[in-house]
C-alpha cells in the first residue's frame, strides 16, 4: 500500500489550496458557503486560499470530499492531475505502481437505495 510521509502530506495541502479559488468558482461558492461545506471556519478558509496558513490534513480530505461530490470539481482534479497519483493511490489504498480508479462502481442495489431514501425524504417536501 502507498505511504504518505508528512512532508507529502504538506505539500499537497499547499498545491490544493492554490487551487481552492478555482474550486470555489466552479462550485459557485464564497468562502463561507465552501467552508461550512467542508467543516471549515470563514476565517480559517481564507487564511488558506491567502496562503497564510497550510491547511491540516484533516481539512484536505474534508474538501476532498466536496471536490468528488460535484462532477465539475471532480473533473477540474483529475484533468489537472492534482496532488498527484500517489494522493488516490493512498485514499484508495493501491500498490505504488497500480493506476488508482477515476470511478468507483456502486452496486445497483445501493443506488437505487440510495435514490428511494433521497426522493422519499426531499421530493415529498416540495409536493
Request: charged share 30%.
Amino acid at each position: 500500500m502507498v505511504e504518505l510521509t508528512e512532508g507529502q502530506k504538506r505539500e499537497m495541502c499547499v498545491e490544493l489550496a492554490e487551487h481552492l479559488p478555482k474550486i470555489r468558482e466552479l462550485l459557485r461558492l464564497s468562502q463561507k458557503a465552501f467552508g461550512e461545506r467542508c467543516g471549515i471556519s470563514t476565517p480559517r478558509m481564507s487564511v488558506i486560499e491567502n496562503k497564510h496558513f497550510v491547511m491540516t490534513w484533516s481539512q484536505l480530505t474534508s474538501i476532498m470530499f466536496v471536490v468528488f461530490s460535484n462532477q465539475k470539481t471532480k473533473e477540474y482534479f483529475l484533468v489537472n492531475n492534482l496532488l498527484g497519483p500517489a494522493f488516490m493511490q493512498f485514499i484508495q489504498q493501491k500498490e505504488e505502481n497500480s493506476v488508482p480508479d477515476i470511478n468507483i462502481v456502486v452496486e445497483d442495489v445501493y443506488v437505487d437505495r440510495y435514490k428511494k431514501q433521497f426522493f422519499e425524504k426531499y421530493i415529498k417536501d416540495w409536493e
